[in-house]
């Protein structure tokens, strides 16, 4: 095994790895403010607008932590700045 | 092995689990926010309609997680940016 | 072990793990929405249709996490985007 | 050991463990909703037969993502793409 | 080892531990539908013959999982696709 053979296969197993454990919790945090903003919304209303405005904005705070990972996953298939060490 | 054999080994794998460890929070989250849906619409039937549209809205933004996942492992199996290093 | 020996191992391995985990979540999410939405028919039968009809499309929603391994397990099985460098 | 060997052995062992790992969440939430379907009915005994209609078309649901994985175990072993490639 | 030793090997093997695996979770959804199902007989026996009822045919549903896996077990120890090849 040469050297660019093992930093490919480490990129493109790390790539996924990253984007797969990296969506985890904020998809769950996601599931939990939506299932609490149905909830609300049920109960009051009148507040519909309010909550429904809050869970976009702070899923959106959420979702930048799933995209960090996605980033991080892009860069390391397509800008991995190791790549051309090895590639001449 | 050659070298490309271990990248394609590599790929197919990481594809695999990508997907599947990437999937399991986001469809966690979904049910957790229909359950809450559907309590909700049991209870106050008269907001059906708002409750089922902050639904499928939020469940789309909790898709969005999974749908890195997949993207990412498509871009493995089909875009692989390593695999031409190693096609000559 | 030759090269196509050890990607057509890894791809069968792959394909079988990866819709066994990806599976798991969303059937356990469905299992859930099921149980909440049995427990609403009892109690608010006169909610029933809204009840089952929302179950059924919320059950899509999550469902579509599961498809998505189910697609990549296919994709690895019958449409291998690196089964063709490997048989010449 | 040659090829053959090792592209039966894997699909021999891949094919058990998807079905094994792939129906643990389903017959969990299958499990689940017939525990609150039972308990409806003992509650609420004259939606008995809504109750039951529900909880079958429901684990129909649930039943689809265990099927997948038993789709994707018979075809590892009775519809294997990749074992022609070896038995000449 | 020759070729058949492992196909043995390996198929006796996966046959154990598929049913093994696959029986953990419908066996448990089955007890605590059980336990449920006596309690509610316990708490209103005028309802004992619907609650045994639905007990036994949503068991079948739950058992149908495990009967996949008992499948599957059995196709690998009796109905091995593989075996012949390794048998002149």
């Not at 607008?49 to 976009?56: A, D, E, V």
């Amino acid at each position: 095994m040469d050297s660019l053979t093992i930093i490919a296969a480490v990129s493109i197993f790390t790539a996924g790895i990253t984007i797969a454990i990296g969506g985890m919790m904020p998809s769950r945090g996601e599931g939990e403010a939506l299932t609490k903003a149905i909830e609300s919304v049920a109960r009051q209303p009148e507040q519909a607008n309010q909550i429904i405005r809050l869970f976009f904005i702070g899923a959106a705070v959420v979702e930048s932590v799933a995209i960090y990972s996605l980033v991080i996953a892009l860069i390391i298939l397509f800008a991995n700045p190791f790549i051309h060490l090895f590639t001449k």
